[in-house]
Every structure is written in structure tokens, then in C-alpha cells.
């Protein structure tokens, strides 16, 4: 006999091989996820630079977790092990499954979505990182948008427990599945939704973030009081303009702009503060400066 449970299992997908392209904080992230969990990993940069870069986010992450007795020395460098660093797109072609975490642009990810269509299997799963850009418009830049769908981690990827999964029309029904199956045997919690801009999290999410901006802006509250009162009223684990400084400025701002052009509020409209910020150079906790200072 069989039970329905063991009739799903046999036919889900086995996934042994990742793409990642885009080391950046949430590729790395991501990347360290699936090694951890025992994949093998090819993870993909433009140049040496953004290699090395991504090759400290995943060595100092790691490190981290070795002090917070998350896990050993040994385990550190088999998860570090795993992982391939290159700078060759083709080196994902044996993947099942490549994710992008490239910059938050359209064309850059269409482009990328294009150029993988040479590259990889015809059963391979192609999955974007996006937060805010339409999946289905990533989709129509290769050849079988049925296999394309959104992974969305939260930062930092290894500790968070979310994933969206971001299923467009013409997501196939199974790749839906064993993607959700897949997030759920690395111990994440998958969620489900359609492809509007923001998701759940991000649409709930921002128009607070902006808010606390605004509220800084206009010097209304101080940064620490404006944080202070989030986490110990609310319950926040860290303050808005702390999370806006993790999450990096100029990935908020892009997410802003497009959840605003998308016709959405005024509580969407970027804080002017904030794209000078961007402008400056000051993103966040990875330049050492956003509303905070950071060694
Ligand atoms: N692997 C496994 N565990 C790890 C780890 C790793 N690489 N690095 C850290 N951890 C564990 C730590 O051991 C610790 O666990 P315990 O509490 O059991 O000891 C826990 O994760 C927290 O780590 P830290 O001590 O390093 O950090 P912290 O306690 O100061 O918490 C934080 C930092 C996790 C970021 C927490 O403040 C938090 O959850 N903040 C909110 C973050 C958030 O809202 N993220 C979403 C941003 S929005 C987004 O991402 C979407 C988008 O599209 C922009």
C-alpha cells in the first residue's frame, strides 16, 4: 500500500547540483543555505572582485556561525567545500536548479535569463531572487517561462526561516511543487503567492520602512529613539532604520521605486533622504555607513 505522503515524495524532483549567480549579500546567503544542507554549489560572479567579495560574505557568515556554536570548525570547511566560485556563467549547466541574485534590474535579469537559455538542461529550474521586479516579465526572456518561478529569501538568508515562492500563470504546476518541497527540506518556511510586486512581505513591509525615513527625516525622533521604540513596543528584533541599513539602501530604494511606479501610494514614494543617502555612497552596514555607523 501506498500512502499519499510516500506517493508525493517518490515523485518529487531529487535537486543535486545549484547555480547561484550573484554573490552578493543574498546570493551568498542563499549559497550558504543549499551547501549547508549538503548541495553542491556553483556560485557565479562578474569579475574576481564581486568573486572575492562573495567568497568573505560566505567565510565571515560561516565564522559566525562557528562562534555561535551553529556549527564547527569541520562542518564550516565541508559547507565552504561545496561551493565552486567561478566567473564563467557556463559552469551552471549541470545545475537543476539555478537561482539569480544579481542587482535589482529588469534587463539585467532578463539578459541573464536569456543567456541561460544556452546554457542549461531543458528540465533545469530557473528561479529569481527578485523582491519587487515581475517574474513573469524575467520569464519571457527565455524560451520556457513554465520552469521559471520566484525564490524570494529574506536577509540574512541563513538565518531567516521565509521564503516566498512566487508562482507566475505559467509556472508548471510541478516545478511549484518540488521547489516548495525543496525549500522545505533545507528548514525553511515556504510560502506561496502570485506575481505582484512585493509579494507578501515586502508590500506589508516597506511603507513602514519609508515611514520611519520620513519620520527621520523631518527630525521628528532620533534614529535610536525612532529604532528603540519598534523593538521594545512592537517586539521588532532590530529597528527600521537598522533593518534599512542591513537590508542596504539601495536595494530599498530600488524596491520603492518600483512598488511606487507600480502605482501603488504615496507611502511607497521614496523618501528624498534616502536616495541621497544612495547617492553618497552611504548603503548601509556593507560601506560601513547608512543611519548607522558600522566598524
Ligand atoms: N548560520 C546559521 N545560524 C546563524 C548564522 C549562520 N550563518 N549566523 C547567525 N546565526 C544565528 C545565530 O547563531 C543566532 O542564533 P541564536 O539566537 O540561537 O544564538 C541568530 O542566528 C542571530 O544571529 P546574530 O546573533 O548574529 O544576530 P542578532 O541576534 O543580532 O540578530 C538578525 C540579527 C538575525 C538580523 C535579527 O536582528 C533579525 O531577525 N532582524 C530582522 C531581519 C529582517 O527583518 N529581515 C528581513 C529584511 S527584508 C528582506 O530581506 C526582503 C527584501 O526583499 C529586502
Redesign the pocket.
Known amino acids: 500500500t501506498t500512502s499519499p505522503g510516500s506517493a508525493a515524495a517518490s515523485e518529487a524532483r531529487t535537486f543535486t547540483t545549484i547555480g547561484i549567480v550573484g554573490l552578493g549579500t543574498m546570493g551568498a546567503g542563499i549559497a ?1 543555505v543549499f551547501a ?1 544542507n549538503g548541495y553542491a554549489v556553483v556560485g557565479v560572479e562578474k569579475d574576481e572582485d564581486a568573486l572575492g567579495r562573495g567568497r568573505q560574505y560566505l567565510e565571515h ?2 565564522t ?2 562557528v562562534k ?4 564547527t570548525d569541520l562542518e564550516q570547511s565541508e559547507l565552504l567545500g561545496r561551493i565552486t566560485f567561478t566567473t564563467e556563467l557556463a559552469d551552471v549547466a549541470g545545475a537543476d536548479l539555478v537561482i539569480e541574485a544579481v542587482v535589482e534590474s529588469l534587463e539585467t535579469k532578463k539578459d541573464l535569463f536569456r543567456q541561460l537559455d544556452g546554457i542549461v538542461g531543458a528540465d533545469t529550474i530557473l528561479a529569481t531572487n527578485t ?2 521586479l515581475s517574474v513573469t516579465e524575467i520569464s519571457t526572456a527565455n524560451s520556457r517561462p513554465g520552469r521559471v518561478i520566484g525564490v ?5 538568508a ?3 526561516q521565509l521564503v516566498e515562492v512566487v508562482r507566475t500563470v505559467v509556472t508548471e504546476q510541478q516545478v511549484l511543487d518540488d521547489v516548495t518541497a525543496l525549500m522545505t527540506g533545507l528548514g525553511k518556511t515556504p510560502v506561496v503567492c502570485g506575481d505582484k510586486a512585493g509579494f507578501i ?2 508590500t506589508l ?1 516597506f511603507g513602514y520602512l519609508n515611514h520611519a525615513v520620513s519620520m527621520y527625516e523631518g527630525r521628528y525622533a532620533s534614529r535610536e529613539d525612532i529604532d528603540a521604540a519598534m523593538r521594545f513596543g512592537c517586539g ?3 529597528g527600521p532604520l537598522a ?1 534599512l541599513d ?2 542596504g539602501l539601495d ?2 530604494y530600488e ?1 520603492l521605486e518600483t512598488m511606487y511606479r507600480q502605482g501603488r501610494d504615496r507611502l511607497h514614494a521614496p523618501s528624498p533622504i534616502l536616495k541621497q543617502m544612495v547617492t553618497a555612497g552611504w548603503l548601509g552596514r556593507k560601506t560601513g555607513r547608512g543611519f548607522y555607523t558600522y566598524e
Open positions: 550558504e549547508r557568515s560561516t559566525r556561525a555561535r556554536e551553529k556549527m523582491s519587487s524570494h529569501f529574506f536577509n540574512p541563513p538565518v531567516q512581505a515586502n513591509l521588532y528584533p532590530m533593518l542591513l537590508i536595494t530599498a524596491i
